[in-house]
């Protein structure tokens, strides 16, 4: 169905924003699509979805479990140093 990496990281980078501020299922879900496929993803767009996390988190907030699983994410992109930790 889909051939190309280009499709699928479009279709993860929607599935985050998505995701983004819901309390479901889905978002444990993207959590651990997201790590299992994290190197196969090309750096700019594992760049772009860790960008979105971070503005959410920053201008809405996050809370209970779901704080834990997006921090999951979060971290994947601080350990490749694609984004630098706020202080």
């Known amino acids: 169905m889909l051939d190309n990496m ?16 819901r309390r479901s299922y889905a978002v444990d ?3 651990d699509l997201l ?11 594992r760049k772009t979805i860790l960008e979105d996390i971070k ?9 209970g479990i779901d704080e834990t ?10 350990k490749d140093k694609l984004i630098i930790k706020e202080k």
Do not use: A, S
Request: hydrophobic share 35%.
């Open 35 to 45: 790590v299992r496929h994290w190197d196969e993803i090309p750096k700019n767009d």
């Open 6 to 21: 280009k499709d699928k990281t479009f279709l993860l980078m929607c599935t985050v924003r998505y995701c983004l501020g």
């Open 29 to 31: 879900w993207i959590r």
């Open 69 to 78: 699983i997006w921090t999951e994410i979060l971290d994947l992109g601080y």
């Open 55 to 63: 503005k959410y988190k920053k201008t809405q907030g996050f809370e």
